[in-house]
């Protein structure tokens, strides 16, 4: 059985690089015209864009801080406007920021790890609703991780709690959105390797160690992730809302 998104239109939030490029490369291959959203990497997100339109896909680049409801506002809006419809949501946005143990920790640095992961997840969704809602398709997928279940690792509390807060706002989502029969689910990847994220944040030796824990004996990669969100992002998953996917390699066992 294949999927097949011809005729649907996708808006991927931090697409520009890492997972977000990944999904909406994805979305692209199996039919969907893609919105790419950026926040700091432009170049990316028209590197992407290119990819989608040589899938023979329609592709606009949006840029803007999610962490600005205005700016959020406005992505939605030109994402629309470009490309008539929003089917897909994927709210792949977010960031670590940075690593800081709880008695270290400003209150800048909590402010801004739950501003980039949960209050621009929220802005976003709040001004696509109306859209979802319009289409026969309606999907939104939001990005949660294995540190919501694990607690993350050294210094990432408030990632970790941002990470959970995405599953609740998630599930209390799905119930509303329900009855205009729109899905809301969410991902929470483990261990993927060759990100931004971890080549950022994780040395090399961290990121070795991960991998021996790993059942599977691999890192998952991003088109581990992308395949995840094709799947939600299509009829096959049509029945399926409110849930968390684990996307882990067998790391955590729900």
């Not at 261990?191 to 961290?206: E, L, S, V």
């Not at 995840?228 to 029945?239: C, I, N, P, W």
Request: glycine share 14%; proline share 2%; net charge negative.
């Amino acid at each position: 059985m294949q999927i097949d998104l011809t005729g649907r239109t996708a808006l991927v939030t931090g697409g520009g690089t890492g997972i977000g490029a990944g999904i909406a490369r994805a979305l692209a291959a199996a039919g969907a015209d893609v919105a790419v959203h950026y926040a700091h990497n432009d170049e990316g997100a028209r590197a992407v864009a290119r990819d989608v339109e040589a899938a023979g896909r329609r592709a606009v680049v949006v840029g803007g801080d999610l962490t600005d409801p205005a700016q959020a506002d406005a992505t939605v809006t030109a994402a629309v406007d470009a490309l008539g419809s929003l089917d897909i949501l994927v709210n792949n946005a977010g960031h670590l920021v940075g690593r800081a143990t709880v008695g270290e920790m400003t209150d800048e640095h909590w402010a801004q790890v739950m501003a980039v992961n949960v209050s621009s997840s929220f802005y976003v969704c709040r001004a696509a609703t109306k859209h979802l809602e319009a289409s026969e398709h309606g999907r939104v997928i939001l990005m949660s991780s294995l540190a919501a279940e694990n607690g993350g690792g050294a210094g990432s509390v408030a990632y970790a709690a941002a990470k959970s807060a995405i599953v609740g706002f998630g599930r209390g989502l799905a119930k509303e959105l329900a009855g205009s029969g729109v899905t809301v689910n969410s991902l929470a990847p483990g261990f993927i390797g060759d990100t931004p994220f971890h080549d950022t944040f994780t040395p090399t030796a961290a990121q070795q160690s991960i991998v021996g824990t790993i059942p599977l004996q691999r890192a998952g990669t991003v088109e581990d992730v992308a395949g995840t969100a094709v799947f939600l992002a299509s009829d096959l998953a049509s029945f399926v809302t409110g849930q968390v996917v684990d996307i882990n390699g067998g790391a955590m066992f729900r």
